[in-house]
């Protein structure tokens, strides 16, 4: 069966400093998106992106975190500067359509830790 | 907002348990109900959902019944297996035309031999 891929799996980082997650979703899926899971809570939706365009991106901290999806295919989910409350769980997810019940498939995520 | 709302703490139980998770929401208009499982170190997968009131999701002996009138979505399994053993979101999405979804906070649900 098709995976959505993410990378790096972990990532260590110290404040201040800039990183960025790499998805690339399941072949012919439309609908992107990057939620941020807590530990011990569920998943936020940080953006969506269908095909190359932002569809959502109201809960993004604009002012450090940055998505693109130049191609409308993978995409990079960027974090300048990185604070200690970033630290969390960073997921991928796609769907083929964007409609309520197009059922979306996960990544395994990347894990931060910003020191 | 669309909200969900899982029971507290973890749950813990031997194996061949009945295993009942529950699960409100609060949303406008009809929404889509689903529940995720995330096994450890691995990402969420749809373990069932169910589109419209009085539907019953069912997958890997998990049942649940989307009721409108308690705005509930239950999760239950009667025989549960240390395989089992995860953490449980429930989620709903609602028909803006965005299929954003909200989860609720999750439940480790432990199964002990």
């Known amino acids: 069966e098709a995976e959505v891929a993410q990378s790096p799996r972990y990532k260590i980082t110290e404040k201040s400093q800039a990183v960025a997650f790499w998805c690339d979703p399941i072949?012919?899926?439309?609908?992107l998106y990057w939620y941020r899971q807590i530990l011990g809570q569920g998943p936020e939706l940080l953006v969506q992106?269908?095909?190359?365009?932002?569809?959502?991106d109201s809960q993004l901290p604009k002012d450090r975190f940055s998505a693109e999806r130049l191609k409308g295919v993978d995409s990079t989910l960027k974090i300048q500067p990185a604070e200690l409350g970033d630290s969390a769980m960073y997921l991928c997810a796609s769907s083929l359509f964007r409609t309520y019940n197009s059922p979306l498939h996960f990544g395994n995520g990347t894990r931060l830790t910003v020191t | 907002g669309n909200s969900v709302t899982q029971m507290e703490g973890p749950v813990t139980l031997s194996e061949e348990a009945f295993l009942t998770i529950n699960c409100t929401y609060t949303?406008?208009?009809?929404?889509?109900l689903f529940w995720y499982v995330q096994y450890p170190g691995e990402g969420l997968q749809l373990l069932l959902k169910?589109?419209?009131?009085?539907d019953k999701g069912s997958n890997k002996g998990f049942e649940a019944t989307y009721r409108k009138e308690t705005t509930s979505f239950h999760l239950e399994k009667g025989s549960v297996q240390v395989s089992d053993s995860a953490v449980y979101f429930c989620a709903l999405s609602d028909q803006d035309g965005n299929n954003r979804l909200a989860f609720g906070k999750g439940n480790q649900v432990v199964v002990i031999p």
């Open positions: 949303a406008t208009g009809y929404p889509s």
């Open positions: 169910a589109t419209k009131a009085d």
């Open positions: 992106f269908q095909d190359e365009s932002v569809v959502d």
């Open positions: 072949s012919g899926h439309a609908t």
